[in-house]
């Protein structure tokens, strides 16, 4: 995939297909008029005609439109003037995305990123325009044998076609969209592919390579390390597989040698039927992708290296499946985690919390300006906020603020439940230090309050994502989120303090 900045006169463009907006209410932006003149007024005719519907995203296919050099224009919807924002643009790109990527034209020109949107810059449509259409022409065929799944379809080559100059901030934003884009499709086949192919010594492996690929160091514990380290919660998760888990601790040093690292968390369930608490039969498929967390870092890791972010950046991965099995760990089972902290494991499908504890646990080491956890934790975060946001719980307000910030920035956005010290009451166990379930009230909020538990002696967010990982019915797929959100802080960071 290609992107490419020009100044140019619309009507004059040669592509295979230009992408060029129009409003609801038939007025259209300086680049869509400049196409109406040149074929004598056909846009605005069409227009008032009631050919393009008004909802923002609509489209409509004009092949060539007279006076126009390029073979054809997809005109796309904006909504109404007075509704727009960052949600019509994005619906308006995410619909173009989807038009490129399954029809015939090779290359496009796009004209809508230079449309007016007040609250927003020009770099900030620019990145927004390349990650959509990059990410629209995001496949996963790797899996299916016949050839025509894998023949090459749609736009490979984006110009975003502006009526000013061309500048070196622009031309950033649209290397980083790209990058976000590509972050994005390594998180999407890691979540994509089945747990018999992505097993916890794949992530590794994909790991390793991101890491020579892009000159960062990697190291990779097996079930040794782990033990040596005292991981004793994690590794009770992993007692029930045979396939042999593994520790993953990525360094990205962009920045200042002395600069304190952000630490990611992801976790890393290549897995879950819930152990010997077993889960129910329906769409226990989904269950693969109980890894998200993970894969976001792995993809987050990759955009930024992409980037080149002035930052440093350490990513902990714990991997393991969640088996049931002769040797696997039993409702009512006590584990000493690498805190010292004593957990009675009550259900064992509340897996996610025991790796990430002792990961979490692990990060001390590196004193870090913040740590940021990203799991598909919950079920009850799905039933609370659906599959539109995140959930984000802080031990730290400023932190939270900052990642809702970049979450709106980004259009992966999130949405804060309460910390409260009222709640961790609901983990009392009679047998240790605490239990791993809270009971049926607040799931998200105890599964929370257990991390928080693990991670006082930092700045720490936790975002849970079993809502927004991967989509589910006809749909059914990794989303590749919240790389986007992830991406957006780490950026916000940099630039903020070159650290
Ligand atoms: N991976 C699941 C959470 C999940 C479930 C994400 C469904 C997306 C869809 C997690 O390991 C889990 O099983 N959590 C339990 C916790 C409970 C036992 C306290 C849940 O949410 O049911
Ligand atoms: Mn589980
Ligand atoms: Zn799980």
């Known amino acids: 995939m290609e992107f490419t900045i020009k100044t140019a006169a619309p009507e004059k463009f040669r592509a295979g297909i230009l992408v060029a907006a129009a409003y609801a209410d038939g007025v259209l932006p300086a680049a869509t008029a400049a196409l109406d003149k040149a ?4 846009i605005a005719a069409l227009l008032k005609r009631g050919d393009l519907d008004e909802k923002a995203g609509s489209t409509l296919l004009l092949p060539e439109l007279p006076g126009v ?5 997809l005109l796309v919807s904006l909504g109404k003037r007075d509704d727009f924002g960052d949600k019509p643009y994005r619906d308006a790109l995410g619909a173009a995305a989807k038009a490129l990527a399954s029809g015939a034209a090779k290359d496009a020109g796009v004209l809508i990123a230079d449309v007016d949107l007040e609250t927003r810059s020009l770099p900030w449509r620019l990145q927004q325009a390349a990650r959509i259409l990059a990410d629209g022409a995001y496949r996963f065929d790797a899996l299916k044998s016949g050839k025509d799944a894998r023949k090459e379809r749609g736009a490979r080559k984006f110009a975003l076609v502006i009526a000013g100059k061309v500048s070196t901030a622009l031309e950033t ?4 969209g790209q990058a976000i884009a590509e972050g994005m499709a390594l998180a999407k086949d890691l979540g994509n592919l089945p747990g018999n192919v992505c097993t916890p010594s794949h992530l590794a492996h994909t790991a390793t390579e991101l890491g020579k690929q892009f000159k960062f160091d990697v190291e990779v514990l097996d079930r040794d390390g782990i033990e040596k380290l005292g991981m004793g919660s994690f590794l009770s998760v992993a007692r029930g597989s045979h396939e042999p888990p593994r520790f993953i601790v990525m360094h990205y040093k962009g920045g200042k040698a002395k600069a304190k690292p952000i630490v990611l968390v992801g976790k890393g369930i290549t897995f879950d039927t819930g152990g010997i608490s077993l889960k129910p039969g329906a769409e226990m498929d989904e269950m693969k992708f109980d890894m998200c967390g993970a894969a976001s870092v792995l993809g987050t890791f990759k955009a930024i290296a992409r980037m080149g972010l002035p930052i ?30 004593t ?20 990060a001390e080491r590196f004193k870090p300006a913040c740590v940021i956890d990203i799991a598909t934790l919950t079920g009850a975060c799905v039933i609370a906020l659906g599959k ?3 959930g984000l719980l802080a031990n730290d307000d400023d932190l939270a603020a900052e990642i809702l910030k970049r979450g709106t920035e980004s259009g992966d956005r999130a949405w804060q439940l309460p910390l409260w010290e009222e709640y961790q009451e609901l983990l009392k166990s009679n047998f240790a230090d605490m239990g791993n379930i809270g009971g049926r009230y607040a799931g998200t909020i105890t599964a929370a309050c257990f991390l928080a538990r693990f991670t006082k002696a930092y700045k720490w967010a936790h975002l849970d994502i079993a809502g927004t990982a991967w989509l589910s019915g006809d749909a059914k797929g990794a989303t590749g989120r919240p790389v986007p959100l992830l991406s957006e802080f780490l950026i916000g960071r940099a630039e903020a303090k070159g650290s």
Do not use: F, H
């Open 312 to 341: 440093n950046v350490v990513g902990l991965i714990p991997a393991t499946e969640n088996m049931p099995g002769g040797r696997a760990t039993k409702p009512g089972d006590v584990v000493t985690s690498m805190s010292g902290q």
């Open 388 to 390: 539109i946001p995140s």
């Open 343 to 362: 957990i009675e494991v009550l259900n064992t499908d509340a897996e996610g919390r025991l790796i990430l504890c002792d990961a979490l646990t692990y």
């Open 173 to 176: 934003a649209v290397q980083r």
């Open 69 to 73: 050099a390029a073979e054809r224009v």
């Open 39 to 42: 074929s004598d007024g056909r």
